[in-house]
């Protein structure tokens, strides 16, 4: 094996390949190579960083040094300076708040409060290799569940450790579990549900592409425990770049023997398909997304009976979140107590967010479940830029709630958030400033899921459809009182009468906006005209 | 060009891939041929309503001729807050569309897609298979006008 002085991570994530980072990496190995340095100084490429804002990011190691924004035409300087002098680039490092720079990762404010635990890998190891996640532990989770702990062993640990789905509805993984494992069928399945569609998010698509042997080794450990043979991975079609990393990974875990018949010579046999969408939100849903994985149009299922019980060819079936599968392992290798040391005694763990809008640091980053949305925003995310007032932050994607400066200490987990008239969701995060307008907002929201409600059941299908439309009367100063109060009875009538989690939540943005922005709304009817000056 | 038989048999003639055979059909003319649709259902042995109703279920499909190019934007909240809007103006105005239709050269379709998971970059929008960011209009134009 060669050693090398110094390595550099390129981030090849989504948000950073589309700052060229592949090109950046390119123009570094040939530079590196120019120089004569081609033995001494390896370049990898990396999942996402998190910093997405700043991309292209580029690390060197041993030193740790960040660099951001780096161009084609910065590399020379890296190169010469840094790479064969010595001597730091101080105009790549990042500005943070303050005027220092910042140049390891401890001088950043925006990973000193994160805490990885399903990123542990992002960033850090090259996702198309099974041996660099081998060395950081990769599949030792599930070596130990295999040789050490029956099926139940492992259902009960993850039960103790209180762990929640993380895909947005929050049901408690354990009890999912035991219920697969309890239900009669000759064959089960495993589900990884990757379709995330949900606006704002995009934390599954940079898991599967900066650590995708975690979730096979979260699907392995789930397909031991509950007895399957056999599982999917229903990733969106537009998600290019992580069906192709994760594709790669199951063929090197099939090479090392980690899927297929016979796994580490013990009599346990469990496989993986990967299935991709073809542009459906509603696929999100688990029984649509079954009847997907069917070949058949993404319609939902009525429930009872649920997939653990009838699902994926109406056999008991497993259906977890990405990010739900990425906590399996490291609950596995370090016990539940360790799990609920971390975020609070309600909900323990850490969850990641995907920082989106009016917000310096834009991008992904994972914190202990229950810090506050001031902490995240302010801290972390380093304020609103351009000396903007944060207005409005809505939680869990255009399904979550809106809500208002009043609610900046509201402890980010789920049954706070809850309390709140919000909801945690998905895990995105939209921060809004005071150029904006909440019932222009509103209208992008409806019109979001009047395209996406897929058509079966009256109440999403018809009722999406009105509130759009009533919201563009509001919008364009023509609403009236009358107009409020049928926004506010059709909402509650989705919310109860829809089949699905689509028309169910729907209304949650608007109601949360009603109520945080009533203000907002009354204004728009009385001739005033848009207050924040954008509707018109 | 695979035939229709070709690729339900590379499928295995399993109807549950359905969707993945039907990408393969897609690709070449970006649209599904009432002939294919009726093809498929033919070699799976399934209604041809069957397969219609899954070729129109999902946006990615298409059972009407659509451009060499197909632009998916991406108007959901987080670009909408990074000026998407003015974007997509500014792409309409260059080709002369309005969303869901085609420019008469045959060269791009204009449709709306829900998020792309690139919010840290938005305004984003998919050219094909490529994922664009950061999108100003002039930069949206300049990207269209480099299209070849």
């Known amino acids: ?58 690390v060197v190691y041993p030193e740790g040094i960040h660099y951001c924004k780096v161009g084609l035409e910065d590399i020379g ?51 198309e290799n099974i041996e660099e996640s081998l060395v950081r532990g990769g599949y030792a989770a599930f070596g130990k569940a295999l040789s050490e702990m029956t099926p139940s062993q492992v259902i009960q ?21 035991q219920f697969t494992q309890e239900a009669a069928g000759d064959k089960k399945y495993v589900v990884c549900n990757a379709d ?14 900066g650590d995708p042997h975690t979730i096979i080794e979260g699907m392995l450990i789930a397909g031991y425990a509950i007895g399957a043979t056999q599982g999917f991975v229903y990733i969106r079609g537009e998600y290019l770049l992580s069906i192709e990393r994760l594709q790669k990974a199951i063929n ?9 018949k016979g796994i580490l010579g013990s009599d346990f046999e469990f496989d993986l398909e990967i299935r991709s969408g073809a542009g459906a939100y509603v696929c999100g849903e688990e029984t649509a997304l079954l009847n997907s994985i069917e070949g058949k149009r993404g319609e939902p299922r009525f429930k009872p009976p649920y997939p653990a019980v009838r699902g994926l060819w109406q056999k008991p079936t497993l259906i977890n979140n990405v990010e739900t599968l990425a906590n399996i392992g490291p609950i596995i290798q370090n016990g539940s107590d360790w799990f609920r040391q971390i975020g609070t005694p309600e909900c ?17 980053i994972e914190v202990p479940m229950g810090m506050t949305l001031r902490e995240i925003i302010y801290d972390i995310g380093g304020g609103i830029p351009d000396g903007h007032q944060f207005k409005m932050a809505q939680t869990g994607g255009t399904s979550g709630g809106c809500i208002s400066a009043d609610l900046l200490d509201v402890p980010m987990d789920i049954p706070s958030l809850a309390k709140a008239g919000t909801a945690l969701g998905s895990g995105a995060l939209l921060v809004v400033d005071d150029r904006h307008c909440v019932v222009d907002l509103a209208k ?10 897929c058509g079966q059941c009256t109440p999403c299908r018809e009722g999406t459809t009105v509130l759009l439309r009533l919201m563009n009367k509001l919008a364009s100063g023509k609403g009236d009182a009358q107009d409020i109060t049928n926004l506010q009875r059709l909402s509650t009538t989705m919310q109860q009468a829809s089949l699905c989690g689509l028309g169910q939540t729907a209304p949650l943005p608007i109601l949360s906006a009603l109520t945080f922005f009533a203000d907002e709304f009354h204004a728009h009817l009385e001739g005033q005209g848009c207050p924040a000056g954008v509707c018109g | 060009m695979n035939t229709v038989k070709e690729i339900v048999a590379e499928h295995g003639h399993e109807s549950s891939r359905l969707l993945e055979m039907l990408r393969c059909l897609q690709s070449p003319t970006n649209y599904l041929s009432e002939e294919a649709i009726v093809g498929v259902a033919k070699e799976l042995n399934v209604p041809i309503s069957h397969v219609y109703g899954v070729a129109s279920f999902y946006s990615m499909y298409s059972t009407k001729p659509r451009g060499k190019y197909i632009i998916r934007f991406c108007e959901s909240a987080p670009c909408h807050i990074e000026g998407a809007a003015e974007v997509l103006e500014a792409v309409q105005d260059q080709l002369q569309i309005a969303v869901n239709e085609t420019t008469t050269d045959g060269k791009f379709s204009l449709e709306l897609t829900s998020c792309l998971g690139v919010c840290g970059v938005a305004p ?22 480099a299209t070849e």
């Open chain 1, 1 to 58: 094996m060669t050693l090398h002085r110094s390595h550099v991570l390129v981030c090849s994530g989504s948000n950073c390949a589309l700052h060229s980072s592949s090109f950046v990496k390119d123009r570094l190995t040939l530079e590196i190579s120019q120089a004569g340095l081609g033995d001494e100084i390896r370049v990898l490429e990396t999942g996402c960083f998190g910093l997405c804002a700043q991309g292209p990011i580029m």
């Open chain 1, 77 to 127: 300087e890296i190169v010469q300076e840094h790479l064969l002098k010595g001597r730091i680039v101080n105009r790549l490092l990042f500005k943070g708040t303050s005027d220092k720079n910042w140049m390891t990762k401890d001088d950043f404010d925006f990973y000193r409060k994160q805490e990885r635990v399903v990123l542990r890998n992002a960033g850090v190891i090259d996702p």
């Open chain 1, 157 to 177: 640990e993850i039960t103790d450790s209180g762990l929640q789905g993380r895909g947005g509805a929050g049901f408690p993984t354990g009890r999912k579990w």
């Open chain 1, 196 to 209: 995330e569609g949900e606006p704002g998010t995009s934390k599954d698509r940079l898991i599967l592409e």
């Open chain 1, 252 to 260: 090197q875990a099939r090479e090392f023997g980690l899927l297929g």
């Open chain 1, 348 to 364: 323990p763990g850490t969850k990641v967010f995907t920082l989106s809008g009016n917000i310096c640091n834009s991008g992904l």
């Open chain 1, 444 to 453: 992008t929201f409806l019109r979001f899921f009047a395209h996406e409600s």
């Open chain 2, 124 to 145: 984003a929008m998919m050219v094909n298979s490529t994922v664009y960011g950061n999108l100003t209009p002039e930069k949206a134009k300049k990207i269209l006008a």
